[in-house]
């Protein structure tokens, strides 16, 4: 294995297979699930996160003699259940993709299924992506989720009516089946799903679940040893924990969000592998008797689906502004969103966009130009990511 050697070249010890059950950060030891005990000076938190949330009494149910992808199981269906209210959701052939052998057991079922019905429950991030890939590999895809358009957390109703409306998503035979929740799942005498109940007494025929109902972070082996906020390991800029010596990074980290002074935890594999660096440096920086500057992170989230392709940075809140082509049948639609706040720029969508029209809306999150008019910023927004001849306007105060 690629990664194996590389780890064994850079004289890092890589242990496989190898589950940590329970962790004393006073005593800085670390126990397996084979009664092995590790002993550490520094400790890097990098658990990441899961589609489950391991409350106390869950907790109990998942550690008592299940490997830790039977927990993840357990846990899942357990969410589905008690918090979503679904019934059979430790069926066959529902997937949660929060693992690999989740994600190698769909594989090896797309590949001998015959039929191709499937239902995808949540209108997120993987949902949106997972459909577009499913409806290319010719399966018929249903996406049902509770929010008024896909995408919800992110994109606004004009952004999403692009993606979900003739000319992408329903073009493509993809049907979306809005503002409804899925209750629960019939199965057939092999224990496999069959159908998909709605909230609205509908049922839909399903050969393949695929379940994207958000991930929570795996903090659970460090409760009640160090601070947590927004179900999050509490770091400072430096991903440094409230007890010493110990790091968390990724999705178990809430850390500051220093261009917003607030906050933060982000499930995303940009800030995972910026924040990894971070605190490798600040780990580095410490033993050296050095400082370095905190963590500057400007939230970034991305999507490829069918010929699109999309980037947004900063923060979507207060007044979206549309710009650009947005229509669906146009040949190269190309359109974005600023979000205004307190007179300033604060967020920034593009569809369509180049690697530089890409990097100067970052770059419009990253500084805030001030604006004057929404009316006017909605027609001439362009110019904020125009040429490279306009590139100096980004930086500067835009009262338009």
């Known amino acids: 294995m690629q990664c194996h050697q590389w780890c064994i070249d850079q004289g890092i010890e890589l242990l496989l297979s190898t589950e940590i059950i329970k962790a004393d950060l006073f005593t800085k030891s670390l126990i397996t699930s084979d009664g092995t005990i590790f002993k550490y000076q520094t400790l890097l938190v990098a658990t990441g996160s899961t589609v489950s949330t391991i409350s106390s009494s869950v907790g109990l149910l998942a550690y008592s003699g299940n490997s830790y992808q039977e927990s993840i199981k357990i846990l899942q269906c357990v969410r589905l259940s008690q918090e979503c209210g679904f019934h059979d959701a430790n069926a066959k052939n529902i997937f949660y993709l929060r693992d690999i052998k989740d994600v190698d057991q769909l594989a090896l079922t797309m590949e001998t299924k015959k039929k191709r019905k499937v239902v995808v429950i949540g209108g997120g991030h993987r949902g949106f992506e997972l459909s577009a890939s499913l409806t290319v590999n010719n399966y018929n895809v249903t996406m049902v989720f509770p929010e008024p358009w896909v995408m919800h957390w992110l994109f606004t109703a004009e952004i999403a009516s692009f993606y ?200 419009v999150a990253r500084t805030q130009p001030s604006v004057g008019s929404l009316e006017v910023l909605s027609i001439v927004g362009e110019l904020l990511i125009g040429s490279r001849a306009n590139r100096n306007r980004v930086s500067v105060s835009c009262h338009v």
């Open 164 to 363: 979900e409306g003739k000319g992408y998503y329903a073009d493509k035979g993809i049907k979306i089946i809005k503002s409804t929740k899925a209750t629960g799942f019939s199965t057939n005498s092999n224990g496999e799903v069959t159908e998909v109940k709605l909230d609205d007494g509908r049922t839909l025929e399903a050969d393949m679940v695929i379940v994207d109902i958000g991930g929570r972070p795996m903090a659970s082996l460090f409760k009640g040893q160090v601070e947590e906020e927004k179900d999050g390991i509490k770091t400072d800029g430096f991903f440094k924990t409230s007890v010493s010596n110990v790091y968390a990074i990724g999705d178990v980290a809430t850390f500051p969000m220093k261009l917003y002074g607030d906050m933060r935890r982000v499930e995303h594999i940009n800030h995972a592998c910026k924040s990894a660096e971070q605190a490798v440096k600040a780990i580095k920086a410490a033993e050296e008797g050095k400082t370095i500057l905190e963590y500057d992170y400007i939230p970034f989230f991305n999507s490829r689906a069918f010929d699109l392709s999309w980037q947004f940075y900063g923060d979507n809140v207060g007044q979206p502004v549309l710009f650009g082509d947005n229509d669906p049948k146009s040949p190269k639609a190309k359109f974005g969103t600023y979000w205004v706040k307190d007179g300033k720029v604060v967020g920034a969508f593009l569809e369509g966009g180049v690697e530089e029209e890409n990097k100067a809306i970052a770059r």
